[in-house]
């Protein structure tokens, strides 16, 4: 019964999706998930609604297909509020690829807000912080892994290798305990709400937020020091604009349940 059960949950949030979009994303049946970075009123975790994840990242076929849809996102019409200089430097032009942006491989050099309006273009949203943690916590055969010592080890060893190699193709990873791909390993993603990861990395503040050098509501913890995989997605993802764009950070699009 508890087998029949989860596999419908499973299925909840990709309900109404058909076609090519049910082949994209899968589904997550969501619950209470406790991540090693939390707000201090949430230490026992955050409940995460039943929603979709892509499979993969967005590619550079995909995102171009948008861009010559939506001609306002091309890099030479992109308003600067919007995207920095580099948005979609590498591509040969602005509406073709060439050899520097392969069609499969994930896209970079894209904005926040550039991210954030294709997946509304396709009905669809970033994911949270915690959908995406909750999403990442799973390997291959566990839905969550966390507390793996190897796993952590072999998300670490990615981070610490140059950014400037050249990306495979999207897609090639095994999936993990959900069916989602490439999380880990490939490249960094943006979040919904990335402006809003602060941690005070002071312990003599942790658990008082009246103490912390940010406002009490954003002021977050690490309860697993760890964990450093987490921190460092922070620290990276916390530190940038909504118009910034890297050379090692896509996206990927959620959907909520469908009631």
């Not at 969550?144 to 998300?155: H, M």
């Not at 921190?231 to 009631?259: K, Q, W, Y």
Request: glycine share 6%.
């Amino acid at each position: 019964m508890r087998a029949v059960l989860a596999a419908l949950l499973l299925a909840l949030p990709v309900a109404g999706l058909a076609g090519d979009a049910a082949l994209r994303y899968v589904g997550l049946p969501g619950g209470t998930f406790k991540s090693a970075l939390q707000y201090e009123d949430a230490k026992r975790g955050v409940r995460i609604a039943p929603f979709a994840l892509m499979r993969r990242p967005v590619t550079n076929a995909e995102f171009l297909a948008f861009v010559r849809r939506n001609p306002q996102w091309r890099r030479d019409r992109v308003s600067p509020v919007f995207a920095e200089p580099r948005y979609l430097a590498h591509w040969q032009s602005p509406t073709e690829l060439g050899p520097h942006a392969l069609p499969e491989q994930p896209v970079v050099w894209v904005s926040w807000f550039a991210a954030s309006a294709y997946c509304e273009s396709i009905g669809a949203r970033l994911p949270t912080w915690t959908e995406w943690e909750y999403a990442a916590a799973a390997d291959e055969t566990r839905r969550d892994a966390r507390r793996d010592p190897a796993w952590r080890r072999r998300i670490l060893a990615w981070y610490s290798r140059p950014s400037n190699e050249v990306l495979p193709r999207a897609g090639l990873q095994a999936p993990n305990a959900y069916g989602v791909q490439d999380l880990h390993g490939l490249v960094w993603e943006w979040t919904e709400d990335h402006a809003s990861l602060l941690v005070d990395g002071d312990n003599r503040t942790q658990g008082d937020p009246d103490k912390t050098r940010f406002c009490g509501a954003g002021a977050l913890s690490m309860d697993d020091r760890e964990n450093y995989a987490v921190l460092m997605r922070v620290a990276m993802l916390s530190s940038l604009e909504g118009r910034d764009a890297t050379a090692n950070l896509g996206f990927r699009c959620a959907r909520s349940a469908t009631p």
